[in-house]
């Protein structure tokens, strides 16, 4: 049966698969992981959030299946994707954004103030400080505290020792504490 399923058009799998018929959602998805999974891993570089995305695509077209009106399954799969491809890039801004405030907690744990929020200030601020440091410390420091990058991982990519990661770490927060204490006695 599977075998006669495989020779149907796109058109046919999907009104059986609108009835609820399992063998059609499975040629469908054996008809097009490979090439779903190569655009969105194109698109994202990541293994994990590819099948991630891939399994959240056919979850939803078997779910919806009764009260989606496709016309063509494979624009319908790769524009699914591409959109999918796109909340997951906006939720990473997202997260970004948030380590980057709790970043803001970090360097100012002294104070007090109900207006610590994430700002656009705090971004140019950190990226202007960031520029000021020597190259190699800004890039651990963004690796190790935007990117979240484990100090051994930071030292293997890197070829530098643990020790001096973890020098350039230090130089960097008391270079940014320093620094941010006059942002914000300016705000």
């Known amino acids: 049966m599977s075998e006669v399923l495989s020779q149907l058009s796109d058109e046919a ?41 891939l399994h959240d695509l056919m979850l939803s077209l078997w779910n919806r299946r009764e009260e989606l009106k496709i016309e063509n399954l494979k624009v319908y799969l790769f524009i699914s994707s591409r959109n999918l491809i796109n909340k997951s890039i906006r939720s990473q ?6 380590r980057e405030f709790q970043l803001l907690n970090q360097l100012h744990e002294t104070s007090t103030s109900d ?26 420091f963004r690796m190790s505290k935007i990117d979240e990058i484990p100090v051994k991982l930071i ?11 973890e020098y350039h770490l230090t130089k960097s927060m008391k270079f940014l504490k320093k620094n941010f204490k006059n942002f914000y006695s300016a705000n």
């Open 13 to 53: 799998l999907l009104i059986l698969l609108q009835k609820g018929d399992h063998k059609a959602f499975e040629v469908i998805y054996r008809r097009y992981w490979k090439s779903v999974y190569g655009y969105v891993y194109h698109n994202l570089g990541s293994k994990e959030d590819s099948e991630e995305i």
């Open 155 to 165: 030292a293997s990519q890197l070829a530098l020792s643990e020790k001096a990661v």
């Open 93 to 98: 801004m997202t997260l970004r954004r948030f």
């Open 115 to 140: 207006d610590m929020i994430y700002s656009e200030e705090f971004e140019k601020r950190l990226n202007a400080l960031l520029q000021k440091m020597p190259e190699k410390t800004a890039l651990i």
